[in-house]
């Protein structure tokens, strides 16, 4: 804490939370103290966003406090992770209220809709940077990771993608507009954390899109040493996307854009997802198909293969 007013994390942070696992001992001490459950596992994960660097400049604090937590959420749903505690380092260049109150309401929305407990953070002053530390619960050596992908697996997106890509480009005109579907991907993404608990006992591998499918499905590639061609035709874009895609002509832009938040995973070939049926939350969509080797290709309607491992940097 450097700031005079230890008030803030009191007036801000510390709240009477009725949701959530109560920590044995909660903010205000040197340390948070956390009890496990007996049978399960912590997954725990950490994102930092960066004024300037993450976010634009001036962003609504509102959607900022609701963003740290998807983006580490989703690092949970990667996983199969249920949400549990979080602590929150927040740097601030000075001590504005009304800042404040908007950050951490769109911050304890998203965390009680996930039951995820504050349980404790640091509060200090210079440009604002906003880093999360996100724990999760998995039942004992179960999880969901990148390596375990076979061949002949079926590979599966969530979601549409492209569209935080999109939003961004949106949203730094002046007419953005949060009610756009594609800056509302940008600013206000939601985590798969649903989808992530329901592939946990299903799914051989999982990795959630933050970098582009392109980069985050190679890294499925390389952790679990195989390749995988993927048919164009069948990768879900929304109409803004494929008109956007037309406009700079380039097919494969919504590949290397990331913030989508969508999660990319891999099950055994022929599995009937519809007969697991209710239990998968959201849209998902059968993309490609994992093959020996080490490359990324994607399959076009008239036949061409276009390898999208190295070099996938070019389309950015
Ligand atoms: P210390 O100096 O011992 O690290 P601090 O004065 O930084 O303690 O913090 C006091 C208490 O408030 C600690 O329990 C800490 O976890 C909590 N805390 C500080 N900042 C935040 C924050 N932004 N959100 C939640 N808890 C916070
Ligand atoms: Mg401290």
Redesign the pocket.
Known sequence: ?AFSE?S??DE???LDAAYGRSPVI???????VLDVPAGYQLAVSTDTLVEGVHFLPNSNPEYLGHKILAVNLSDLAAMGASPAWV????TLPSVDRAWLAAFTKGFFALASRYSLR??????TRGPLSITVNIMGLLPKNQRLTRAGAKVGDDIYVSGSFGNAGLGLLKAKLPQADVKDVDVAAYLRPEPCIELGEALLPIATSCIDISDGLSADLNHILLASKVGAVIQHATVPFTQSVLNHVQQIGDAFWPYSTGDDYELCFTVPPDLDLSAIGMKIPGQITKIGVVEKGSELKVSQANGELQVLNKGYEHFS
Do not use: P, R, V
């Open positions: 804490m230890f803030i994390i801000f942070f510390k909660d903010i205000g001490d040197d340390c948070a602590s929150l380092a927040i504050l349980i404790g953070g640091d509060t």
